[in-house]
């Protein structure tokens, strides 16, 4: 008799356990049929390599029916030798087939044995071969970026950082469901499993060394922890953060948040726009959708633009970030330019970002 809730509790430590795992990506391995036809190919070629190296030597075994060793002979030896049965009817008695037994046969049907077991060995080195892989990726991961969240937001976020440039090796996934994560793995990204707000799982997702952080929950309250836990283990790190309301969004930046997006008022703001000007709605769209159309980076002022106006840029640029400030275009700090400056600017997708990089 179950007790009430007790499927629930055992879904929850059921997820427990998994908040302990780090879900790299699969490779792409061929499909079983075809794994199964290969290892039978090769068992079959090392039977018929078997059977010929008994029929060369044929004078040198002894057969109990009869003195003769014809070429069906040679093939039940190696069949009964290969599978390690052994009946004795068939025996080696010529020093030669004898050490063509050692230095050939007995390599060869260890070689059969390992082709017929192979998945059974191949599932037994599983864990250590993913452990392996697992090291590796923490060896070499610096520099990523973590996502929490990889809902609607958070695809839509590593969309947008993919299209300028970022590689999938460097972007890790961190959100509750199991599901989720395998989905991002579908993806090529890596996942961890587990509550974002505890720090022990955004080590797992090695936050300490990322250079950036993406917060994109579905609550919140919950935003809010991840962002104050992501501070405390990593003090340099960008972490950008989105809130469904806006009265939110002060107390997100209390808890570390170098910027906030409010999705609900945003949303908002483009549907408001859309309704008095389709056109520029439509153009609004195009500049927060990375990788089509036109696309709004920041860049560094180049040396030749130094001294000049805003006006009088290769781009169109719309802002001027000078230091922690954040000036318009039009505004008579802004000019001329600094070369300590960084430059908000109107783009042709596929262009700007990469020209940014380099300088």
């Not at 090392?46 to 070429?71: E, K, P």
């Not at 836990?229 to 990593?234: E, G, K, S, V, W």
Request: aromatic share 4%.
């Amino acid at each position: 008799m179950k007790l009430p809730g007790q499927d629930a509790i055992a879904r929850q430590a059921g997820e427990k356990l998994e908040t302990r795992r780090v879900k790299l990506p699969r490779r792409v391995v061929d499909k079983p049929l075809r794994q199964v036809g290969k290892r039978l190919l090769m068992a079959l070629s090392v039977l018929i390599l078997t059977t010929f190296i008994v029929w060369i030597d044929r004078a040198g075994y002894h057969d109990n029916a009869n003195d003769t060793l014809d070429l069906l002979d040679a093939a039940y030896y190696a069949t009964v030798t290969l599978s390690t049965t052994g009946y004795g009817d068939i025996v080696p008695y010529s020093d030669s087939a004898r050490l063509t037994n050692i230095l050939l046969v007995t390599p060869l049907r260890v070689l059969f044995l390992i082709i017929l077991v192979g998945t059974t060995l191949e599932v037994l080195t599983e864990r250590t071969r993913e452990e392996w892989r697992l090291n590796r990726w923490k060896a070499n991961l610096r520099d990523h970026t973590v996502v929490v969240g990889f809902g609607t937001k958070g695809r839509s976020a590593i969309q947008t950082l993919c299209a300028t440039g970022l590689k999938k090796e460097q972007v890790v996934v961190v959100d509750p469901s199991v599901k989720v994560i395998e989905a991002a793995n579908a993806e090529g990204f890596v996942g961890v499993v587990g509550d974002a707000t505890r720090s022990d799982v955004l080590l797992r997702a090695e936050l300490q060394k990322a250079r950036q952080i993406v917060i994109a929950t579905q609550r919140d309250d919950t935003a809010v922890l991840v962002a104050l836990t992501a501070r405390q283990l990593n003090r340099g790190a960008k972490i950008v953060a989105a809130v469904r309301e806006e009265e939110n969004a002060p107390l997100l930046r209390q808890s570390g948040a170098d910027a906030v997006i409010t999705s609900a008022s945003a949303a908002g703001r483009l549907l408001g726009l859309s309704v008095l000007s389709p056109s520029a709605g439509t153009v609004m769209e195009d500049l927060i959708q990375q990788g089509s159309g036109l696309d709004l980076v920041e860049r560094p002022v180049k040396k030749s633009e130094v001294g000049r106006g805003v006006r009088e840029t290769e781009d169109l640029t719309v802002s001027v970030l000078r230091g922690h400030r954040l000036l318009a275009y039009d505004d008579a700090e802004a000019s001329p330019l600094r070369l300590t400056d960084r430059l908000i600017t109107i783009v042709r997708a596929g262009g700007g970002a990469a020209e940014g990089a380099a300088e």
